[in-house]
């Protein structure tokens, strides 16, 4: 060996991976384990296996359309929009109005595909109207303002939100009425109608939406605003309008989500977005934030995980109503990602997330 050379240092694995890597390898055997004694013990049959998985992926494309909603503004403004959950509450409990009028007019089953349409229109515009108003009312003052401030105000929008319409119309739940056109199964029974609607309605809303933003003017001015602000306002692109442009698509998706959400659990509350919400927003890590395709794959991945994991993971460890325990799966699967993978399955658009 040369005088004056060094023989490289071996470093230790820092106690925090050490740790980590067991906690995960624990958790990997445990849930292993319980799907090892479910299968092979026969306790569920196929027709169920069949219709956790179907019923997963309808959860799903409603948590994917909701998560997109976040990722929007994510990948423009680098902000968490913790009032999303209550824009999508917004539009879908708002709506419950128009459907009761439809309903005593006799539309809602006379007129199912023009009522269904009107119930479209009237979530996703009501939903933009409070999507754009806390763009220019709460967000758009701080826009320049350190991140932890923004995530403070978008907590108090949402909590805003929550108080409102809590006093306008009391804790309980409300049933929406009934759509005779939308009960009964489809393809053998495999499908419920409103899964069926769901699924369907979810993947022309993401086609949409990702054809709108690769080919349209629009589209490329959101793209270019979220690479670098400045650069974009200097090749001439109105900040102001297309970050506008953004919370009202953002908007839009979260009324029809709430519409698909409505055909599948029939009732609104004041808390309704809350839930569904932060779920959404874990699709949307899961996925990588600010990613709209890994959004939409984060949201069908928990919601399937969601109400398969349950049964799958806990039937066989003798776990008393695994379905209670749904969102301890969904929030389980934040921490692991936040920690074992902070850019998400397709990476992050925040280059400090990796």
Do not use: C
């Amino acid at each position: 060996m040369r005088a004056g050379t060094r023989r490289p240092e071996r470093r230790s694995p820092p106690v925090r991976a050490i740790v980590l890597g067991v906690v995960g390898a624990g958790l990997v055997l445990a849930l292993g384990a319980g799907a090892v004694t479910t299968l092979s013990e026969g306790r569920i049959g196929a027709e169920a296996w069949r219709s956790l998985i179907v019923g997963g992926v309808a959860r799903g494309s409603v948590y994917a359309i909701i998560a997109v909603g976040y990722t929007l503004v994510y990948g423009v403004l680098f902000m968490i929009n913790f009032a999303h959950g209550e824009v999508f509450m917004a539009g879908a409990f708002s709506t419950l109005f128009v459907a009761e009028g439809l309903d005593r007019a006799g539309l809602l089953n006379g007129q199912p595909l023009l009522s269904i349409a009107i119930l479209f229109a009237s979530s996703m515009t009501i939903s933009m109207g409070v999507a754009l108003l806390l763009e220019r009312v709460a967000y758009r003052p701080i826009r320049e303002a350190p991140r932890l401030v923004a995530l403070i105000t978008s907590v108090g929008a949402s909590l805003f939100l929550q108080g409102t319409f809590f006093r306008l119309f009391g804790a309980s739940s409300i049933a929406y009425p009934d759509i005779e056109v939308l009960e009964g199964r489809v393809l053998g029974g495999v499908l419920a109608r409103t899964q069926l609607i769901v699924i369907v309605a979810a993947a022309v809303l993401m086609v949409g939406l990702h054809l709108f933003i690769h080919r349209t003017r629009t589209g490329r001015a959101m793209r270019a605003v979220g690479e670098d602000r400045e650069i974009a306002a200097l090749m001439g692109i109105d900040v102001d309008r297309v970050i506008a442009t953004t919370f009202a698509i953002g908007g839009l998706l979260a009324g029809a989500a709430g519409i698909l959400f409505v055909f599948l659990f029939n009732q609104v509350r004041f808390f309704m977005g809350t839930i569904p919400g932060i779920k959404a927003f874990t699709a949307a890590v899961l996925g990588g934030i600010g990613n709209v395709t890994g959004a939409a794959i984060g949201g069908l991945i928990l919601g399937v995980v969601e109400n398969v994991g349950p049964i799958l993971f806990l039937s066989g460890t003798e776990v008393p109503a695994p379905n209670q325990l749904q969102p301890v799966i969904a929030f389980g699967i934040l921490v692991l990602v936040l920690i074992f993978r902070p850019g998400g399955i397709l990476g992050s658009s925040d280059p400090g997330r990796g």
